[in-house]
């Protein structure tokens, strides 16, 4: 059974930056996408970005418009941890952000717009808020 634990969340200026952690208690061979997610009270869950493991060192990433040239995505297998970096917050940026995986077949089934994920982190708070 993979397990996901969120870190890292906290109240931020506009303008600011916070780096997320994803840990994953067991990678399967399998599991070759990670993504993030965000959901605010009332409205659906929203991607944000996502990573395609093709090769052990070959990764390809994918974001949602509202977060290109902000947010980054990246995986240390080392530590079987998923970050996402952001940067230049914004208030609405606020939201409950969660990691997610699965195994896909391909590259295209491993972008933000995916919502059907094996597995689901408890999410961990981002506010941007003066």
């Known amino acids: 059974q993979v397990q996901l634990v969120e870190s890292g969340g906290d109240s931020v200026q506009p303008g600011g930056s916070l780096k997320l952690s994803c840990v994953v208690s067991?990678?399967?061979?399998?599991?070759?996408?990670m993504a993030w997610f965000r959901q605010v009270p009332g409205k659906e869950r929203e991607g944000v970005a996502s990573l395609y493991k093709a090769a052990p060192w070959t990764f390809y990433p994918n974001y949602a418009d509202s977060v290109k040239g902000r947010f980054f995505i990246s995986q240390d297998n080392t530590k079987g941890t998923v970050y996402l970096q952001m940067n230049s917050l914004k208030p609405e940026d606020t939201a409950m952000y969660y990691c997610?995986?699965?195994?896909?077949?391909?590259?295209?089934?491993?972008?933000?717009?995916?919502?059907?994920?094996?597995?689901w982190g408890q999410g961990t708070q981002v506010t941007v808020s003066s």
């Open positions: 997610a995986a699965k195994s896909t077949n391909g590259r295209q089934l491993c972008t933000p717009g995916e919502r059907s994920f094996d597995y």
């Open positions: 067991e990678y399967t061979p399998t599991t070759n996408c």
